[in-house]
């Protein structure tokens, strides 16, 4: 049977131009981010051996990897769901002499067999960062200002950053002498905040009642600075306790940085508790259910890799991301050429040119290379939004003058094409490729 | 057995900090020279239905795809061994009422079961375009001047675009009454430019004798407007003579470029043969054996997905590319921050100011933030190639002063804090984040 052409596998998705260019945008803004911060990037290998990668990936992404067999060893390899457990890796095996604090940073796609979702497909694109080697709360902080110096450099607004510690539940959880799935019930109520729910497992389990009454407490313990103090009263255990401390000098240093207002604590997030080892927040923008950048803290990630050393990190959700500033009307420039050369002109040189010249001054040229009509010309040259059309030749142009027409005002003028040669700032001031744009 | 956590499959890639920075100015380069030729670009999926692909890549290529089975579907998936046939359909399904000529452009990874080779890894980058909708010869002079300022933006010198047409041979083998095993053998034959075999088989096959003669021939047609008019009196078919036409007049708009020196014709060249339906080129650095980049024209592509519609197109090889300047000694700057900032006060708030100042202007800033001594600390903002180091607080350093050192003249200065912050520029001339840089 031939096959449907038009047909994506599910998940599957293609960026045309206008959303290409969003895409680029956005990345490079946020690379720009993690540069300034001093990261620098690594790149990594879509596809490794399934076994390696599973070792630092979480049960629930390791089920939704995509595999295949090697067909020359015929082991498992799988596209890669995640980059933190490759870069946990290449820090273990080939950047372990370097000196620490190691910072840095990957842009690149990662593959899940989720169920796709409006903004959401199984090749998805996140741009993040690994800061290895530092245990102090600095660390989680300057990874948080990192993600909120990102928000505000692609222009979003209304964003909050969640911030939570897996330490304080894991304190409570030890102290509740249950089994694994009675603890996971307790986890999914607290989860959805489901209060109903909390109260019935909690019953059921009946731990201490210093630890019930700090479980049905843990969905209030969102907000500001109070929920320190009030949480405070749960943490009788040292685990929570030690988790607490560290949650509370993140917190002290955010409001140092001037940072704590974006800052909202929430002890009963649970989202992150398999993976981070500590801190752990989501990045959310006001009206998008969904995060658009999350991380923490994995002290235990590298060991998993024979190399013991701290870490955290972050990142991106550049489909996320792209899809918030369409929902915030954030826009993008989205230029055409800057020059659209049409040439009626046999021997092209003046065209050719004045492409060159225009071109070395940065801009981007354009040239109609169809013999159509001038009328037809100036239709592409539109549609393409380019913003000067400059016409070479034809009927009423003398060889040595070109016709230069500004799309966005419709001014036309004749000029000289030696002069526009010599100094193409002096006829097109504001453009790129005249040496001032 | 627990997985060997070094190893990586056959012909993956890990690119470190340094090499990562020289891919990303590579792909930068020539991104930016697409764009300025007002090329656009498109991101394709890195998976599809192997069947889709399949129809618009080389059987060569097929054979060599990574597959894998959709686990919802049972359908087989491969990843991309190739960028233009997911072009070609995009442009089929979703950009055929776009006003045409299309000028696509992408930067992405490809997977082939090649074996792995110096420089060629099973995932390697490409960056290239498509110019669809133009069947005039203009558009292979367009993406042939394309390839060469791509070539001078990354500073490589030496380099030559080998230019062949599959016409001008297609037309000889019209005439050779034989079957595809002894075409195989000739094409084989020219493609080693064995002289000896070729004319082994050429007595075998034992075509009219002006079509030995010109089979004969064809390795020495090498080189510049000469080999033209040496090839005419092999042009004795329609086909090989309207190849020969569009190939002159191809390169009568090279010399109008100015381009010419850099191509040598190779009438003898098959190796794009199955691939393209006219002109191909190939470029090549000297003292590098394999391609850099390649090319051609491929009219029927598109049609193969239900549009017909003419298009040229060519890619770096961004891997080889990097190998190449790496041989060439072309340097690509690795600077590390711009300034390096070593905290010594409880509070924090001078150097956290500080930072964000020089942030704001673009510069890149690293803090330590780790309690280690201070000639500690210098290591490694040595360690890291940064620029300026500024030391806040510590022994010796009033609370409102910084100890300025410049790491590249060893010089040293204290200087005020709020001075600094006024001005930076100032005090830090030519460096980034000071606003002038």
Redesign the interface.
Known sequence: MR?V??????G??????E???R??HVEGGLLDVF????Y??????????A??LA?GTDAGVQENM???V????G?M?A?RADITPQVA??V????RD????L??AYLT?V?R?DEPRVSHYR?FYQAGVELVG?E?P??EV?VIAMAI?GLRALGLGGFQIDLGHSGFLRGLLDQVKTDEARQLELRQALARKDVAALERVVADVAPPAHVAEALRTLPALVGGAPVLDRAAGCARNERSARALANLAEVYR?LT??GLADSVLLDLGEVRGFDYYSGTYFEAYVAGFGAAVAGGGRYDQLLAR??YDCPAVGFAFDVGRVLAVMEAQGVAVAQP??DF?IIDFTA???AA?SLARRL?DG??????D???RGLEESL??AR??HARHVLVVGGPGTPGDRLRALDLDTGGERTLRIAEVLAEPARHFGSAKGTDDG
């Open positions: 096959p052409l038009t047909q994506l596998p599910r599957a998705r293609i960026y045309l131009p959303e290409a260019a895409k680029r540069r300034r911060w001093g620098r990037e690594v790149v990594t290998p879509t596809f490794e051996y076994d390696v070792l995509f595999t295949l090697d067909r020359e060893t082991r390899l596209l890796r290449i273990a095996t080939r950047l370097e000196p620490k604090p910072r840095l796609n593959f067999y090749e530092l102090k600095e660390a300057e110096e240093l140092i940085y890799f024979g055409g050429p659209f021997e092209k040189t050719l071109r940065g801009a981007a040229v354009a040239r290379i169809i013999s239709a592409y549609a393409q």
